[in-house]
């Protein structure tokens, strides 16, 4: 009988390819998780930054029309002859105070802009009828 060599395979080699594969896919992992999680911290400012700007809009749009600071107010029912935008666990509320401290709840919305541009319609429509009322009392 021959007897034949076997050449042994250099096993170490193979090892050490698989810890780099093994090392790359855990570097791959991670630069993925935290590009994940930027991408959520951008995403979740940037839907903070919205809801600021609706409030934001509407004080100065409010403001522009000549509404007097003192005849609305926001998350704060604690003013008498006033008109508040007041979250309310998951929904707004336009609520007005009357001189008496009774709250009256004008509207519910759910989304925060459309409580705002109805707040900003309800104010301009008042101001509209203060204008009509001016009106006719010169008229007379």
């Given at each position: 009988?021959?007897?034949?060599?076997?050449?042994?395979?250099?096993?170490?080699?193979?090892?050490?390819?698989?810890?780099?594969?093994?090392?790359?896919?855990?570097?791959?992992?991670?630069?993925?998780?935290?590009?994940?999680?930027?991408?959520?911290?951008?995403?979740?400012?940037?839907?903070?930054k919205l809801t600021l700007s609706n409030i934001d809009?509407?004080?100065?749009?409010?403001?522009?029309?000549?509404?007097?600071?003192?005849?609305?107010?926001?998350?704060?029912?604690?003013?008498?002859?006033?008109?508040?935008?007041?979250?309310?666990?998951?929904?707004?509320?336009?609520?007005?105070?009357?001189?008496?401290?009774?709250?009256?709840?004008?509207?519910?919305?759910?989304?925060?802009?459309?409580?705002?541009?109805?707040?900003?319609?309800?104010?301009?429509?008042?101001?509209?009828?203060?204008?009509?009322?001016?009106?006719?009392?010169?008229?007379?």
């Open positions: 009988m021959s007897s034949t060599k076997v050449e042994p395979c250099n096993i170490s080699v193979v090892v050490e390819r698989m810890y780099l594969r093994i090392d790359s896919l855990s570097l791959a992992l991670w630069f993925n998780y935290f590009i994940a999680l930027a991408i959520f911290i951008c995403l979740w400012r940037k839907d903070y809009r509407l004080k100065k749009t409010l403001q522009n029309l000549g509404v007097a600071n003192s005849a609305f107010y926001i998350d704060d029912i604690c003013h008498a002859d006033s008109t508040v935008l007041f979250k309310s666990g998951n929904e707004y509320q336009i609520i007005y105070v009357d001189d008496r401290g009774v709250q009256k709840v004008i509207a519910s919305f759910f989304e925060e802009k459309q409580a705002c541009d109805f707040l900003l319609e309800y104010f301009k429509k008042s101001a509209s009828e203060q204008v009509r009322k001016t009106i006719y009392l010169n008229s007379n």
